[in-house]
């Protein structure tokens, strides 16, 4: 009776012997650990696969939806967090197996003929791979996405002849926007999976064709069958891996910076570590050389590995009788680990998130002061605040608080506000757009941090945040007293005849002047 | 193959190993997708909403009222409009009624000749309390929360 329905299914679709020709592969004898890299793979594929289709449920490729809807897949869907992890941390995983993958290969020479094509399906895929990591980096729309995108089409259009061509085919239009974000997407979840899922057909087409190569040096005895012994082995390490990726998808969150911000001018990206020793190079060769760097160097060492069953044609497999494609590798892998290390270490300092600016501190004053509360609350007819800039750029958000009926007419008057006002608003509300937690300043910083950015931060720095035409004050208390602040503020050429700087005495009120002279004193 | 019995105990083991594996795998990201599938909480809340301005009503007559409705969906936000009837006392008390037919969801509408709400799809009819008084909708009118804002003079309803 239980075996009916399985031989009913075997009758008409003859799976058993599908699933033996599957299982029952005969193997080199001494065939081991080294070859379970490409199971590795498959199933780390498989689950890239799984978790890119079931994000596609939520992910809107749409710049003014993009972020939004990846916020709300980290914050709101039942485990969203873990899936997007999984996905995230699973690209890393697929970078590093296919790159032990294929030093494997290499060492063991098991790219000599009569696996040439095997050889070859093996760097497309390697190719496609990095493809899927460069398009994917892209969907987020946040900072990080949309400048390391400028930069990749950037180099693109650098390249010689069809740069141009190449870099508005990668743009979809006469700018980043919203065509090249469909495009990307589009590359990144149909056309890509599609090229993979046949490459790796092909993959293990012929890799059942040709056999596996086995040990490097033939073994005697009895070939066994891949079913169950080295399955088994193959499960033990895709478990460690996925027992690895479990945890790092469980702990640590993918980055999710700003919504995209085409105007701003301040923002550093920076690549995947993958990418690191590419990024690192270019700065090695600056100006007409760059080219070298961006285009040649990089597809020299394509060149390479496509060649190399033909370069390397003798019969060794011995890694020891193959000291210049040894060599040539090691030499190529000891260069990406040195840049990559080089690239890492480069990286600008994180902004530390238990600092508020003293515009933002100002921000949550004139919020309050602005009545903005009255529609954005919980509950209210507006959106919390905080909600806006996960789909809102800040032009849009300043414009909004100028004039809020210009988005929502009828509900309720303008507040009064000049532009340094509004500034502070939106940087305050992008703040709690942050959802990180939000640091209590001090209260004594509160009436200096009104002062200074309502009046100095078109000019003055501190804590990362305003002008540069004037000195950084982040730490001027260090150098100067707060009697001498109040003098040099209140008219600076009483102090330095020479001095830039307009006087502010009319301006300001003298309790204004020594509010902000006591703070700038405070800042050492 | 061998026959040694100390090896195919091996092999089954190895079976074994193989086969809960793979289940473990499969059925965790199986489980895992299934509920990052299914439909997550809303952030929805029921909200006090400005559907009129009291002047603007007749007491005992059916003011058709549109109201926009702000409905967040995920990472989408739209506003809806709902229609309500708000029916004024004359004193101090608005009633709201819902504007959707309970037979299958139509837009029932005032007819002020007859004195009744009338549904254009089937013949639904109801009379100005909201009562079925024709047609087949198996409920009266659905009613909604209605104040007057003191403040403003505003008509508010909770949708």
Redesign the interface.
């Known amino acids: 009776m239980t075996r009916r329905v399985p031989d009913w299914l075997d009758e008409r679709s003859g799976y058993r012997t599908g699933l033996r020709h599957l299982l029952d592969e005969s193997l080199p004898p001494g065939t081991g650990w080294w070859f379970t890299l490409g199971s590795v793979l498959l199933?780390l594929l498989t689950?890239q696969l799984?978790?890119g289709a079931?994000l596609t449920?939520?992910y809107?490729p749409t710049p003014d939806?993009a972020y939004?809807?990846v916020?709300?897949i980290t914050e709101?869907?039942?485990?969203?967090w873990?899936?997007r992890g999984?996905h995230y941390f699973g690209a890393s995983f697929i970078v590093v197996f296919a790159g032990v993958h294929l030093l494997r290969v290499v060492a063991f020479g098991s790219y000599k003929r009569p696996r040439e094509l095997t050889w070859l399906s093996g760097v497309a895929m390697l190719l496609v791979i990095l493809a899927f990591a460069l398009t994917g980096y892209l969907l987020p729309w946040d900072q990080r996405a949309y400048w390391a995108t400028v930069v990749t089409i950037n180099i693109a259009r650098s390249a010689p002849l069809a740069g141009e061509l190449a870099a508005s085919i990668l743009r979809g239009g006469a700018e980043i926007g919203a065509l090249t974000l469909s495009r990307w997407y589009a590359v990144h979840v149909v056309l890509l999976p599609g090229v993979l899922v046949l490459l790796v057909t092909g993959h293990l087409f012929l890799m059942r064709r040709h056999g596996i190569s086995g040990p490097i040096a033939e073994r005697p005895g009895p070939r066994p069958l891949f079913?169950?012994?080295q399955?088994?082995r193959d499960?033990v390490v895709?478990?460690g891996a996925?027992a690895v990726l479990l945890a790092l998808a469980w702990r640590g969150v993918p980055p999710l910076e700003r919504m995209a911000d085409p105007t701003d001018a301040s923002y550093v990206p920076r690549p995947e570590w993958y990418f690191l020793s590419l990024f690192q190079l270019l700065k090695y060769f600056p100006g007409p050389l760059e080219p070298l760097a961006a285009h040649v160097v990089p597809a020299l060492a394509v060149l390479a590995l496509v060649l190399l069953p033909w370069l390397d044609r003798g019969a060794a497999r011995d890694p020891r009788r193959r000291p210049i494609v040894m060599g040539g590798v090691g030499v190529g892998v000891l260069a990406v680990a040195v840049l990559t290390a080089l690239g890492w270490r480069d990286r600008p300092p994180a902004r530390d998130p238990g600092l508020l600016t003293p515009r933002e501190i100002a921000g949550q004053v004139w919020l309050e002061a602005a009545g903005c509360a009255t529609c954005h609350g919980?509950?209210?007819?507006?959106?919390e605040l905080g909600?806006a800039p996960?789909?809102r750029p800040p032009f849009w958000l300043a414009a909004h608080v100028a004039d809020p009926e210009v988005i929502a007419p009828g509900v309720r008057e303008a507040p009064v506000v000049n532009e340094r006002e509004i500034e502070a608003i939106v940087a305050w509300v992008r703040r709690l757009a942050d959802g990180d937690p939000i640091p209590e300043p001090p209260a004594r910083d509160r009436p200096g941090a009104l002062v200074f950015a309502r009046f100095c931060v078109g000019c003055h720095t501190i804590d990362g945040d305003g002008g540069d035409d004037g000195p950084n004050l982040s730490r001027v208390g260090a150098t100067r007293e707060r009697e001498w602040l109040r003098r040099w503020i209140t008219n600076p050429r009483d102090v330095d005849p020479d001095a830039n700087m307009p006087a502010f005495g009319r301006q300001l009120s003298a309790e204004q002047i020594d509010t902000i002279a006591a703070y700038l004193a405070s800042r050492r | 193959m061998s026959t040694d019995p100390r090896d195919s105990r091996r092999r089954s083991v190895l079976k074994t190993f193989v086969g809960g594996v793979a289940a473990l795998l499969g059925g965790s990201l199986a489980g895992v997708l299934g509920a990052f599938a299914l439909p997550p909480r809303g952030r929805e809340h029921e909200r006090w909403l400005r559907a009129s301005l009291l002047d603007r009503l007749t007491p005992g007559e059916p003011f058709t009222a549109v109201v926009s409705v702000p409905r967040d969906q995920g990472w989408y936000r739209e506003r809806g409009q709902d229609v309500v009837f708000l029916i004024w006392d004359g004193v101090a008390d608005v009633r709201a009624l819902s504007a959707t037919c309970t037979h299958l969801g139509c837009r029932v509408r005032w007819a002020r000749q007859v004195g009744r709400f009338v549904c254009p799809c089937h013949g639904g009819e109801y009379d100005a309390t909201g009562e079925v008084v024709a047609g087949p909708p198996p409920r009266g009118l659905v009613p909604v929360e209605a104040k007057i804002d003191p403040d403003s003079g505003a008509v508010m309803v909770r949708l």
Request: hydrophobic share 55%; charged share 10%; no cysteine.
């Open positions: 199933f689950v799984a978790t079931f449920l939520y809107a939806h939004a809807s916020r709300f709101d869907v039942t485990l969203g873990l899936v999984l079913y169950p012994e399955a088994a499960l895709i478990l996925a919980n509950g209210s007819v507006a959106g909600r996960l789909s």
